[in-house]
């Protein structure tokens, strides 16, 4: 069903990749609240995953993009303000990548020249994307910035590794920037920390059936989807959160708020008993 909350809005949806992308999911969700948006990620990114085929369903154009590049990223602000016919009003970063994580370097064993690829991959991109449009003042007046995030920026997770540095450095950029950004331009720049979700990205993560089990049991309402997850970043987009800024909201069914749930403790005796 349709609120038409994005109606004579423009937007720019950095990170879809296939349909199980949360990117993917926000963008079908903007068409259908009436924005119109373009599309952006890697070259490489373009040749194996399906982007054409959201391009066209939500009649986007794509412009190919490495988003830790501040050449490409000019490009992509100045060619979306060309093509939608005005400036951007938001703006979506769902970008992430750890080489340490793929290739199962442990957190005191790591790969420094790819833990400098996710830290500007994952992180300093976010810097990189709001500086380029600040400078090129392409972002409407009460325009809003997400980027997704996730609560290994406050709590260790086991095989998160060197992710969990670059979420806490993603969402302290969203709060650094969004004072200065809403300070000057009335825009604003939130972060959310989505419950594990089994993209593309995530599912070739070791462990993530057994975490996405375990989350599920811990929370109240149990794990927030890819879909409730673009239904939020909407919401975030809209004019109703004109007064949202520089916070990091936990989306994740309550987990956040837990110590310890019924079906988790039931789960972890049974463990106990079959020792």
């Given at each position: 069903?349709?609120?038409?909350?994005?109606?004579?809005?423009?937007?720019?949806?950095?990170?879809?990749?296939?349909?199980?992308?949360?990117?993917?999911?926000?963008?079908?969700?903007?068409?259908?609240?009436?924005?119109?948006?373009?599309?952006?990620?890697?070259?490489?990114?373009?040749?194996?995953?399906?982007?054409?085929?959201?391009?066209?369903?939500?009649?986007?154009?794509?412009?190919?993009?490495?988003?830790?590049?501040?050449?490409?990223?000019?490009?992509?602000?100045?060619?979306?303000?060309?093509?939608?016919?005005?400036?951007?009003?938001?703006?979506?970063?769902?970008?992430?990548?750890?080489?340490?994580?793929?290739?199962?370097?442990?957190?005191?064993?790591l790969d420094y020249n790819y833990y400098q690829k996710t830290i500007d991959i994952s992180?300093?991109?976010?810097?990189?994307?709001?500086?380029?449009?600040?400078?090129?003042?392409?972002?409407?007046?009460?325009?809003?910035?997400?980027?997704?995030?996730?609560?290994?920026?406050?709590?260790?997770?086991?095989?998160?590794?060197?992710?969990?540095?670059?979420?806490?450095?993603?969402?302290?950029?969203?709060?650094?920037?969004?004072?200065?950004?809403?300070?000057?331009?009335?825009?604003?720049?939130?972060?959310?920390?989505?419950?594990?979700?089994?993209?593309?990205?995530?599912?070739?993560?070791?462990?993530?059936?057994?975490?996405?089990?375990?989350?599920?049991?811990?929370?109240?309402?149990?794990?927030?989807?890819?879909?409730?997850?673009?239904?939020?970043?909407?919401?975030?987009?809209?004019?109703?959160?004109?007064?949202?800024?520089?916070?990091?909201?936990?989306?994740?069914?309550?987990?956040?708020?837990?110590?310890?749930?019924?079906?988790?403790?039931?789960?972890?005796?049974?463990?106990?008993?079959?020792?």
């Amino acid at each position: 069903m349709s609120y038409n909350l994005l109606k004579g809005k423009r937007g720019i949806i950095f990170g879809a990749l296939d349909s199980k992308s949360i990117a993917w999911k926000v963008a079908e969700k903007a068409h259908e609240e009436g924005a119109v948006f373009t599309l952006s990620n890697t070259p490489v990114a373009l040749r194996f995953g399906e982007l054409n085929e959201l391009s066209a369903r939500c009649n986007s154009e794509i412009i190919p993009a490495d988003a830790t590049n501040v050449g490409e990223l000019e490009n992509v602000f100045k060619r979306s303000t060309e093509i939608l016919g005005g400036k951007i009003d938001f703006v979506l970063h769902s970008i992430g990548m750890s080489l340490n994580v793929r290739k199962s370097r442990e957190y005191d064993d790591l790969d420094y020249n790819y833990y400098q690829k996710t830290i500007d991959i994952s992180a300093m991109s976010f810097h990189k994307m709001i500086q380029v449009a600040k400078k090129l003042d392409a972002i409407s007046e009460w325009g809003s910035i997400v980027a997704l995030s996730y609560i290994a920026a406050q709590r260790t997770l086991y095989r998160y590794n060197d992710m969990a540095d670059a979420k806490a450095m993603l969402e302290s950029i969203a709060r650094s920037f969004g004072y200065i950004y809403g300070r000057e331009k009335n825009v604003r720049i939130n972060t959310i920390s989505q419950s594990p979700t089994r993209t593309t990205a995530g599912s070739g993560v070791k462990g993530i059936d057994a975490l996405i089990d375990f989350t599920e049991r811990m929370s109240p309402l149990g794990n927030a989807t890819a879909e409730e997850c673009a239904d939020f970043c909407i919401v975030l987009f809209s004019d109703l959160s004109r007064k949202i800024t520089m916070q990091n909201i936990f989306h994740d069914g309550g987990f956040s708020g837990m110590g310890m749930s019924l079906k988790a403790m039931t789960q972890y005796k049974k463990c106990l008993e079959d020792e």
